[in-house]
């Protein structure tokens, strides 16, 4: 009863909240997910052992910003090169880089931009900028305010259709 938005509005906005939550949690564990399923198949091939284990790390660390799944394929591939492996450890860091890395930059504003209806590259800049901001935090408060700020700008159009119509 405090907000002067009344009953609708502040409907929308709670709405926009909790949907943009949920699509950026879901994001994450998602893409932590793939990217160690990545990584399961690249230990699998290079033959390490417990390369399930090993998996099942990089999805926690895949899934948690800022962290990332290089804190466990990057010390393996490090030493495959250290115990004469080279091959397979300039093949480890070269699909961990281009393939485990990067999918996280192409997927993530994919998958929560679909399902907070927000443009994939706007996903991607304000969850960088709130990174940059609120630090780990920022992943998910980024996105929320931005998705907040296109509820009021979606609130103010339909507020004052008829004057901007006019114009």
Known sequence: HLCPLGDRYEQILYNKFTSTVRATIEGS?????????LG???????????????????????SIPGVGSYFIWLPVAILM????????????ILFGTLVI?????????ILVGKNSQMHPLLVLFSTLGGIV?????GFIIGPVITSLL?????????YYKKDL???
């Not at 564990?29 to 399923?37: A, D, S, Y």
């Not at 230990?43 to 990089?58: D, K, N, P, S």
């Not at 890395?101 to 504003?109: C, E, K, S, V």
């Open 29 to 37: 564990l998602t893409v932590g997910l793939i990217q160690g399923v």
């Open 40 to 62: 399961w198949g690249m230990f699998a091939v290079a033959q390490v052992e417990g390369a399930l284990i090993w998996g099942m790390l990089m999805v926690l660390l895949a």
């Open 81 to 92: 090169l250290l115990t004469g492996k080279i091959y397979t450890g300039v093949g480890m």
């Open 101 to 109: 890395g990067t999918i996280d930059n192409f997927l993530r504003p």
């Open 133 to 137: 901001v609120f630090g780990i935090s």
């Open 150 to 158: 296109l509820a009021f700008w979606e609130m103010y159009d339909e």
């Open 165 to 167: 119509d006019h114009n």
